[in-house]
T-cell receptor
Framework: QKEVEQDPGPLSVPEGAIVSLNCTYSNSAFQYFMWYRQYSRKGPELLMYTYSSGNKEDGRFTAQVDKSSKYISLFIRDSQPSDSATYLCAMSYLSGTYKYIFGTGTRLKVLA | NAGVMQNPRHLVRRRGQEARLRCSPMKGHSHVYWYRQLPEEGLKFMVYLQKENIIDESGMPKERFSAEFPKEGPSILRIQQVVRGDSAAYFC???????????FGNGTRLTVT
């Protein structure tokens, strides 16, 4: 079993839809949870970053962490064609140094 | 505010040649990570460095690969005697301290012919 599981998609939605992207994980030691957006031929861009459980909102983006279920989500409201990209979840825990584990990414297509 | 800078963006090498990938972290960041990404695969950790020190190289192949982060200048990932299987996108990330989050550069795409 992978430490972090993420549906590869592709996920296609119409413009204006609410998008829900999810990751599950198995390691209860994870403390920090991140979402990155990666456009084709570019590097991952940090979108959201949370510590422990709870919600965090930034503009059209909301990140949720449910540590009891080992499940994290990223919601995108009023999705735009420019949101079309691959979304990577990432998690981190301290074991001597901080270890980072990345999901394989979900490809999102927002159709105009 | 310059982000993480990587160069070159694209690098083509013949089998057996050496590849040198450079990474300048964000201003004020002294922790550098190198990752490798293959199509349809996630980011795979290679090495974690602070200035003049390799902290964790558990993800880096023992042979042909080396990394450094000198007191002055960029971090360098060096691949000697490249093989076709080394073709991938190599990303550098930096952080101001040991903890999250990481900030990534746009990568170097290495093609071995």
């Amino acid at each position: 079993q992978k430490e972090v599981e993420q549906d590869p998609g592709p996920l296609s939605v119409p413009e204006g839809a609410i998008v829900s992207l999810n990751c599950t994980y198995s390691n209860s030691a994870f403390q920090y949870f991140m979402w990155y957006r990666q456009y084709s031929r570019k590097g991952p861009e940090l979108l959201m970053y949370t510590y422990s459980s709870g919600n965090k909102e930034d503009g059209r983006f909301t990140a949720q962490v449910d540590k009891s279920s080992k499940y994290i989500s990223l919601f995108i409201r009023d999705s735009q064609p420019s949101d079309s990209a691959t979304y990577l979840c990432a998690m981190s825990y301290l074991s001597g140094t901080y270890k980072y584990i990345f999901g394989t990414g979900t490809r999102l297509k927002v159709l105009a | 505010n310059a982000g993480v800078m990587q160069n070159p963006r694209h690098l083509v090498r013949r089998r057996g040649q050496e590849a040198r990938l450079r990474c300048s972290p964000m201003k004020g960041h002294s922790h550098v990570y190198w990752y490798r990404q293959l199509p349809e695969e996630g980011l795979k950790f290679m090495v974690y460095l602070q200035k003049e020190n390799i902290i964790d190289e558990s993800g880096m192949p023992k042979e042909r690969f080396s990394a450094e982060f000198p007191k002055e200048g960029p971090s360098i990932l060096r691949i000697q005697q490249v093989v076709r299987g080394d073709s991938a996108a190599y990303f550098c990330a930096s952080s101001p301290g040991q903890g999250p989050p990481l900030h990534f550069g746009n990568g170097t795409r290495l093609t071995v012919t």
